[in-house]
């Protein structure tokens, strides 16, 4: 009887001793579910606060690219100021600063490092005042506990002192302009239920070479240095077309025998790559040449009219001709001289869209849609024989844009068309317009917002005609012209990394 309340006893001391090892068990397993639902929160704490310093590194690098855009047009419209500089002095009676060859282009380069710093100088303008909102922080949504905060601002590529950040020390500007690159530090802390996280991003801006293009510039007639009498408006506009064939013409130009300007009558099945072929075989040069064709899709386009490269040739159509008109953005290198007027009621888009120069000219232009992406494209309109009431209408938007002109004779053209143009007009990048008039008193404004800077920066009066002929592309007689470089367009050329 005592054995058996023995027995009883010891597995009373086995069930509790089995109680005890599993409420351990549950203890521990409990302990660490507990820790490693510590450890996810922390994660995700972690990865909040590292997209909250993501938005803030997006911001900021948007922002600054953004000013980065604004800046360079700044400074695209200060080279063109700084330009007309050297022509007003060429225009002057006191020619002592640019009556030389060295002088002028002494003048540039001084203009070009003047740009540069100035490219410069604005950056640093914008860094300091990103310096100064250091510590603030940005909340981009409402109802979370997510900020983001920039901590640092800092030059990487050059040696300075806040002193001279903060003053825009010339050392400071000159030492970046040197090195042709600016580097710029950010740091900025994200943080998501006080969880903060630092993000290191850096950004390189790259200085442009040169803020002038010498392949595109502005000539300023000086004096006459032959005995031709001024270009003038039957120059163009030929009272009858050329009767010699271009064979012929050719013949006699190699035989020297041949009086310029050199004009001939293409027709039938003749064409006009086959002329300049032989033209360049002789040795003589294509821009001499003005050839009038009576049928532009057969003398001028061979299997198709696409990039049809003139080679600097003079083509002359008349009016009426639809392949001429229908073609015009296929053009390359060349001018197309259309005896009359220009009409139409579509759009006359993408013109010089081959990014080769071309030269187009007409005597009226009646247009019922869009001129717009006019590039690398010089349009003139010159107006009629007799009279000044020739049209110059565009029903729609009308843009002139990169290294492109609108030129015109002002005395020839109806004013109410001159005034519609001078409030509907836009003008951008390099484009220009340069007017001819003979009335000292008659100018060309544009008008609405900001008028006067704008005239001042794409407006430009020519009182010579054979200057005004020359600026816009067809050159007839032998003058002594300057070349004055034109602003370049640049790129902000911006990039950017992020440090995690």
């Known amino acids: 009887m005592i054995y058996m309340r023995n027995e009883k006893g010891y597995a009373l ?29 922390a994660v995700d704490l972690s990865n909040q606060s590292i997209a909250a310093a993501e938005m803030g590194v997006l911001y900021y690098s948007t922002d600054f690219e953004r000013s980065l855009d604004l800046i360079k047009q700044e400074v ?52 300091n005042e990103l310096i100064k909102i250091n510590g603030t922080a940005t909340e981009p949504f409402t109802s979370t506990q997510t900020k983001y905060t920039p901590e640092t601002w800092k030059l990487l590529n050059v040696t300075y002192t806040d002193a001279e950040l903060t003053t825009l020390s010339n050392a400071l500007i000159d030492g970046i302009v040197n090195k042709g690159i600016l580097e710029l530090k950010m740091e900025v802390e994200g943080t998501s239920l006080s969880s903060p996280k630092t993000l290191n991003s850096l950004f390189t801006v790259n200085i442009p070479a040169s803020f002038l293009n010498p392949g595109e510039v502005y000539n300023v007639d000086q004096e006459i240095i ?6 003038a408006y039957r120059d163009i506009f030929k009272l ?42 002789a040795g003589k040069n294509p821009v001499d040449f003005w050839v009038h064709v009576d049928d532009f899709q057969k003398n001028v386009c061979t299997s198709n009219c696409n990039s049809i490269d003139f080679l600097g040739t003079n083509v002359v159509v008349k009016a009426t001709d639809a392949g001429a008109t229908s073609n015009m953005n296929n053009l390359v290198n060349g001018n197309l001289i259309i005896n009359g007027t220009l009409s139409t009621g579509q759009n006359m888009n993408n013109l010089g869209k081959n990014m080769s120069k071309q030269t187009i000219v007409l005597k009226e232009m009646e247009i019922g849609g869009n001129i717009k992406n006019l590039y690398y494209t010089n349009l003139m309109v010159l107006g009629n ?24 004779d002002i005395d020839r053209i109806r004013q109410t068309d001159l005034d519609r143009l001078a409030s509907t007009i836009e003008v951008t990048n390099s484009g220009m317009i340069i007017y001819y008039s003979s009335d000292a008193s008659k100018t060309f404004k544009l008008t ?22 020359e600026n816009c592309g067809i050159s ?25």
């Open 13 to 41: 001391v086995m069930v509790l001793l089995l109680t005890v090892l599993v409420l351990g068990i549950s203890a521990t397993f409990l302990a660490g579910s507990l820790n490693n639902a510590k450890q996810e929160k």
């Open 76 to 127: 695209l419209n200060q080279t063109r100021l700084e330009l007309d500089k050297i022509v007003a002095c060429l225009y002057s009676s006191n020619k002592a600063a640019c009556d030389t060859s060295a002088e002028r282009k002494s003048w540039e380069q001084s203009i070009d490092l003047q740009m540069k710093q100035l490219y410069v100088k604005k950056i640093l303008i914008k860094v």
């Open 226 to 231: 032959s005995g031709k009498e001024d270009a």
């Open 240 to 281: 009858a077309s050329p009767t010699q064939s271009c064979d012929t013409l050719l013949t006699n130009v190699i035989a020297d025998t041949a009086i310029a300007p050199y004009e001939c009558k293409m027709t039938g099945d003749q064409q006009l790559s086959v002329f300049i072929a032989k033209v360049k075989a």
């Open 385 to 408: 024989e007799s009279g000044n009431d020739a049209r110059l209408y565009v029903g729609g938007q009308f843009q002139i844009d990169n290294y492109s002109r609108l030129c015109m």
């Open 448 to 469: 609405g917002t900001d008028a006067v800077n704008r005239t001042a920066l794409y407006v430009k009066r020519n009182t010579n005609y054979a200057t005004f002929l």
């Open 476 to 500: 007839i007689k032998s003058t002594q012209t300057v070349p004055i470089s034109s602003p370049i367009v640049i790129d902000t050329d911006f990039d950017f990394e992020v440090d995690y």
